[in-house]
């Protein structure tokens, strides 16, 4: 009795504790109900893909974490969220439509196509957005971000959303970013 109590102890405190594993984003965003393909009835729904893109950076979380907030403001993403403990910016409702820090937002994140086109250059985005530097030690660090959204056909009187997916060449750009910064020396 007391070894499950020592074990359920050990589990509970590992679950309260954060890491620089844990997601940052993801939790409110759903793709659009569907039909049942069973035939049973009722809707489902799936899941965002969540993936972290990460890059390491050549200066420690002191010099990138500045470089990141740089990197957000030059791209335009408003962060709201600023957690200065964990390094974190965050933004879990960003809504951009056509393109982002110059960039059609079709290279960014795939939304399904119409007849127009792909759908994230057409559609209003609703964004999750979240990037934080972790310290790697020795004058290292590292840039996570994680980007999930859906988009809003606002033509006609259809208003149909679509789940998009991150194809992770923004969560790069910004780790990048940061990296060109850092070894330049902050400009």
């Given amino acids: 009795m007391r070894r ?8 509970l405190a590992g679950c309260a504790s954060t890491s620089s594993t844990d997601p940052m984003i993801g939790s409110s965003v759903q793709g659009p109900a569907g039909d049942n393909p069973t ?21 420690g979380a002191e010099i990138a974490w500045p ?13 709201p969220e600023v957690s200065e403990p964990t390094r974190t910016l ?7 439509s056509r393109r982002l820090g110059g960039v059609r937002l079709s290279t960014y994140l795939d939304c399904g196509r119409s007849a127009s086109g792909p759908n994230a250059d057409s559609h209003r985005l609703e964004l999750e957005i979240a990037s934080r530097v972790v310290a790697l030690g020795s ?21 149909n959303r ?26």
């Fill in 67 to 79: 470089a990141l907030k740089a990197v957000y403001e030059e791209l335009k993403i408003p962060a």
């Fill in 39 to 59: 035939g049973t009835g009722g809707e489902f729904r799936l899941p965002a893909d969540m993936v972290t893109a990460s890059l390491e950076v050549p200066a």
């Fill in 139 to 159: 004058g290292r660090s590292r840039v996570d971000t994680e980007m999930t959204g859906i988009g809003m056909n606002m033509e006609g009187t259809s208003n």
């Fill in 162 to 187: 679509v789940l998009c997916t991150s194809n992770h060449q923004l969560e790069f750009r910004i780790a990048g970013r940061v990296r060109e910064i850092v070894q330049s020396g902050g400009s």
């Fill in 90 to 96: 965050r933004n879990l409702r960003f809504v951009v």
């Fill in 4 to 11: 499950s109590f020592v074990a359920l102890a050990f589990i």
